[in-house]
């Protein structure tokens, strides 16, 4: 599908398809008339590329193949997955284990996940036995990009792979000579390049979940040229047991469900993969602890909080002089 020309003889043209569970998009402004086939198949490639390396879904993926190997055996990985479980690291030692890739075994636990087995709440004591085999300081890399599997440790690259995947087809996208795009994998976008009318591509943060539909929150523009945006939040993947309210947002130190998680966390940043990242990690670590991380590693990070008033937005300082500049 395409939507208007322009005098320059450019047009934006939208493809989708399904990965990694979700949907994806793209808008890109080429010139009127240009074949689309070869560009959707492209992407879509460059999809299950990140699929069969990443995928805790996929039994033969790379990432599936490594958990279930066994203690003491290295693995030679493909330098995707690489790049994408050493920023995972970075990140995990930033935020001080806010961000883990090796949470797997405890979100399985609590039923969520490829391996989950329906929604419950563990014990105490089932917490305490599976903690162990989570901790991303148990990644040990030998001579390279061979990963040595310790025994038990189950990486979960759910909280980064989507990221990585906006990344992955942008960069595809420009090598096959599309000099602009707006590309959304599952909520995650990353813009680049200007519009036929010279304007940059415009998203709008998400104001308010649905059940908060009142709240007057002002609208929060942003402009993405080299830049992306990833949100996370409690309303996405949850159950309610007793009256509680449990996300899908793991904090790997405790061992549980973020408690009172945000409504939602929208981070922006140079690329897709660690905006995703850091959206879980902002997530995990709340706005008190997170605003004061953001602050002091000059992340744009955006909380909006539940409180008996309804919701209350909080914005870092990056945050904010994107919207400033925001034309």
Known sequence: MTESSSSSGLEIASLGGHSMGTRWSARIVVRAGRDLHGLHAGIQDVL???VAQMSTWEAASDISRYNRAPAGTTHALPAEFVHVLRAAQEIALASGGAFDPSVGPMVALWGFGAAGNGHRVPSPAEIAAIAP???????QWQEGQRLLQPGGLEL?????AKGYGVDAVARWLQDAGVHSALVEVGGELFGYGRKPDGQPWRVLVESAPEEDAEADLPPRVLAL?????ATSGDRWHRFDVDDLRYSHSFDPRSGRPVPQAAAAVTVLAGDAMRADAWATAMTVLGVEAGLALAASLDLAVRFLSRTPSGLQEHLSDAFLRQLETTP
């Open 133 to 139: 085999r989570v901790g991303w300081q148990r990644l």
């Open 48 to 50: 299950d590329q990140v």
């Open 156 to 160: 979960d690259l759910s909280g980064i």
């Open 225 to 229: 040229d080299g830049l992306a945006v």
